[in-house]
């Protein structure tokens, strides 16, 4: 068994195109292969700043032999009236490499069959490394020299082995060799004589090729100069890969800011050092300190003016965010709601302004349905967007609720609203915690629906390729608040009181039945079908939100016979029990009165027009399912009562032909409908 070695050596790659690049190259040697019949163990890809590697352990030395049915021309072409060959037939067999004589016709038609020789493993390599390579996709990819062709960044070397023995390629206009460079600050011309020898004799070039090796080599050392100052280290997911792929030999390097700098809000001085200067910031007994740690792609010694000039770069920033803040501060923060109205929300959905309004009226009617105060509630959705016309806020856009809350406590507002203009943005992610206050929840929940509702009211759905505003997003984070809280909030409900609070007209006229009365419920309120499609879209998301955990059958029944946002504990109730259901005869018999009854009979049953004793058996056992009882006592009940309707379904002909029979029969089926459907729809299962 062979080992292939590809490294395509470059200037800096962008660090967002290289996790890209890695799948890409990935897949696209790993189907040359599968494709070519060419057996292999594994495909590995390296990555650093200066180079993309391909490892391919187990390569067999030639791809297999295939057979293969060639399809040649038309019969009486190719054999005269006589039955000869005729010089169309030669050729094909000639063409083919086979004799006339191992010609033969099939549907009227001449085929060959064919074996095509494997090729070398080798062979293989020089024909398809070069065109893998240029398949990659990524932005802003460049041209430079005299070339035509483009890559993300100018390539600088090549080294393209085969076990100990080179496979000339050529990509673009840089020829391979055997030849790899080491750090910038290290080896340059460095042999490769052996794939297996690739890893070790970067790592002693001081290039940590392996991505994973260098992720993990950056956690150990950062918590290793933190642990000398008994601090802690912060970084997120993002700002790891980042520097993961931005240094081939990572060192840490320890600064120090002045600590007038901690005076201002934490996440200010945490986002300048993270997201713009890509340092980790360091916690110490849960408080920031005036220390952070660089990873630098350094070899040496001397690091002064590594450290002199990452202090004077963070000071400029932190300097700046110390102006805003001081400015900004200088009025109270609800002082900044009025200027909300020059800042459009979205076109044809009015100003921030008006969307705050809205929330205000949103929040306050939530707060009462659920029997809360909203005192803090409205005073939290008031002043919940008001740091958007701050500066600080718009030169950190990432802070917004952050800010706000800071900005809350200098103005002395209730620490409750404090935490709720923070939290009314959470989750931020799809692993982020949820609002803990009911501030936020109840804040957040009626924001994140009003930008759900309004952006389906005006025509901008999501689409596979684009989420407008982040509407998956909103939705997800309603649900995961509604589940993490324990609220008990009928989303449909919602959903129609946001509709009417929008300022939008369809073309069609009105999307909201105003003139409708408002104390009417559900979806009668509406008029065409916003309502319909915000109801599916949050459905949808709360199927695949919970389709790790059950089975999308049973999400799908559970959902069917009853809409989940009326309450969605209730849903991942009845989603638990179905789940663990395994009694087909309850199926059976669930989907024997489905197929019976095509529409729910509206008439009262009648005893006297029983003709058989299991009539009255089956009423009788239909009284005992306790419509209140809780899910797992009432599958039990309906269990219970199978007996009953088999022998009902034994005994009975439902349709009778006497009519009264007949139809006092359909309305004891649709009692017992009504009993299965409580649960789920048992046709979906």
Excluded at 312 to 319: F, P, T
Excluded at 333 to 362: C, H, P, W
Excluded at 567 to 591: C, F, G, H, M, T
Aim: proline residues 3%.
């Amino acid at each position: 068994m062979s080992k292939y070695l590809l490294e395509i050596g470059t200037e800096e790659l962008p660090y967002r195109f290289i996790p890209q690049a890695i799948e890409q190259l990935k897949n696209g040697f790993e189907n040359f292969l599968n494709n070519n019949k060419t057996g292999f163990e594994k495909v590995d890809v390296y990555a650093t700043p200066r180079r993309l590697a391909v490892i391919i352990s187990g390569l067999v030395e030639k791809s297999s032999d295939e057979e293969k049915i060639v399809k040649g021309p038309i019969a009486k072409v190719a054999y005269d009236e006589n039955g000869n060959i005729t010089k169309a037939g030669e050729g094909f067999a000639r063409k083919n490499g086979i004799n006339p004589e191992d010609l033969y016709i099939e549907n009227d038609y001449v085929h060959a069959k064919i074996v095509v020789k494997g090729k070398s493993i080798k062979e293989l390599l020089q024909e398809n490394v070069p065109s893998i390579v240029m398949k990659l996709q990524g932005s802003h990819f460049m041209r430079w020299g005299y070339n035509d062709e483009k890559f993300s960044r100018p390539i600088r070397w090549i080294v393209s082995i085969l076990d100990k023995e080179e496979v000339k390629i050529k990509i673009i206009d840089k020829e391979s060799s055997n030849v790899s460079r080491g750090h910038r600050f290290a080896q340059q011309n460095v042999i490769i004589g052996n794939p297996d020898d690739y890893v070790e004799i970067m790592r002693n070039c001081c290039v940590i090729v392996d991505q994973n090796e260098r992720r993990q080599l950056i956690i150990d050392k950062a918590k290793e100069e933190a642990d000398k100052l008994g601090a802690v280290p912060y970084y997120t997911d993002d700002l790891l890969e980042e520097v993961t792929f931005i240094t081939e030999y990572p060192v840490p390097a320890v600064c120090e800011f002045d600590p007038k700098y901690l005076e201002i809000p934490e996440e200010v001085t945490v986002t300048v050092m993270a997201v713009h200067q890509r340092y980790f910031a360091l916690h110490k007994d849960g408080k920031l300190i005036n220390k952070f740690i660089t990873m630098t792609n350094y070899i040496g010694d001397e690091f002064a003016n590594i450290k002199a000039g990452n202090v004077r770069v963070i000071k400029a920033r932190l300097d700046d965010a110390v102006f805003f803040f001081t400015e900004d501060t200088k009025k109270p923060l609800e002082n900044y709601v009025e200027s909300l109205k020059g800042v459009t929300f979205q076109k044809g959905m009015g100003s921030v302004y008006d969307k705050t309004m809205r929330l205000i009226a949103l929040s306050k009617d939530l707060a009462k349905s659920l029997g809360i105060e909203s005192k803090t509630i409205e005073r939290t959705a008031l002043l919940c967007k008001a740091d958007l016309t701050t500066q600080l806020v718009f030169e950190f856009t990432e802070l917004q609720g952050f800010i706000g809350a800071d900005y809350a406590r200098v103005s002395g507002e209730n620490e409750k609203v404090c935490t709720g203009i923070k939290e009314h943005y959470f989750p931020l992610n799809a692993e982020s915690e949820t609002a803990k206050g009911i501030e936020g929840q109840i804040v957040g929940i009626a924001d994140k629906m009003d930008t759900i509702c309004a952006v389906f009211a005006e025509g901008k759905k999501p689409t596979g390729s684009s989420d407008p505003l982040g509407v998956r997003r909103a939705a997800l984070g309603i649900i995961k608040t509604i589940l993490a809280s324990g609220l008990k909030i009928d989303l449909n409900d919602l959903i129609v009181k946001t509709l009417l609070l929008l300022p939008i007209k369809s073309v069609d006229g009105n999307i909201i039945d105003k003139v409708k009365s408002f104390a009417s419920s559900g979806a009668g309120r509406i008029s065409g079908k916003v309502f319909e499609e915000v109801t599916e879209f949050i459905i949808q998301r709360l199927i695949i939100f919970l389709s790790d955990n059950y089975s999308k059958n049973v999400l799908e029944a559970c959902a069917s016979n009853k809409n989940p946002l009326e309450d969605l504990a209730d849903y991942i109730e009845r989603v638990k029990v179905v789940s663990k259901l395994d009694n087909p005869q309850l199926n059976e018999n669930a989907n024997r009165v489905s197929r019976i009854l095509k529409e729910n009979s509206t008439k009262s049953v009648d005893k006297s027009l029983f003709r058989e004793s299991s009539e009255n058996m089956l009423l009788e056992q239909i009284n005992t399912v306790d419509d209140n009882a809780d899910y797992e006592t009432y599958v039990s009940q309906l269990i219970s009562i199978n007996p009953s309707v088999e022998k009902f379904f034994n005994d009975v002909l439902v349709m009778d032909k006497d009519e009264k029979v007949k139809e006092n029969r359909l309305a004891l089926l649709t009692l017992l409908k009504k009993k299965y459907t409580r649960l789920t729809d048992f046709s979906k299962l």
